[in-house]
Structure formats: structure tokens, C-alpha cells
């Protein structure tokens, strides 16, 4: 595979991987205003954007393995379909 499909198809992984894991974070409610003095619909939107760029980070980061088993799998799949 070349370097370019190769990191394009990795980047791809680590962003699904982000998604899901920000999915994740919002069902935990993480970012969710507590207490007295949150609330809001602007609050709402921010709390995405947090829970967003946290999942991108922990997935950067290695987050649960996810990103590089799709990578894995896909890998092989591209390699198994340029034999054929």
C-alpha cells in the first residue's frame, strides 16, 4: 500500500475511533453542566465540542484499540483485493 493510502486509511481509523468515543463520552453525560449555575442550549453545543475534542485526543492517544484494529482489518482487506 503506499504511504499516502496508508496514512489516509489510518487517519480514517483514528477519526471513526474518535467518533465512537465521543458517542460514548455523551452517553456517560461527560461535559454535562451540574449543579445550579449550568444549563442552556449554548452550554449544550460547547459540551459536544469538549466531549469532541477529548475523544480525538484519546483516540490520538492509542484510546481503546479500536482505530488500530479497523486499520488491521482494513489493511489486509486492501492487500487481499491487489492480489486478486
Do not use: C, T, W, Y
Not at 25 to 50: D, H, T
Amino acid at each position: 500500500m503506499p504511504p499516502d493510502a496508508e496514512a489516509r486509511l489510518r487517519q480514517a481509523a483514528v477519526d471513526l475511533e474518535a467518533s465512537f468515543l465521543a458517542e460514548m463520552l455523551k452517553q456517560a453525560k461527560f461535559g454535562e453542566a451540574r449543579g445550579a449555575f449550568g444549563g442552556g442550549a449554548g452550554e449544550e453545543q460547547f459540551a459536544s465540542f469538549l466531549r469532541l475534542e477529548h475523544a480525538r485526543q484519546m483516540a490520538a492517544s492509542g484510546g481503546i484499540g479500536l482505530a488500530e484494529n479497523l486499520f488491521r482489518s482494513l489493511a489486509a482487506r486492501h492487500q487481499g483485493g491487489a492480489s486478486s
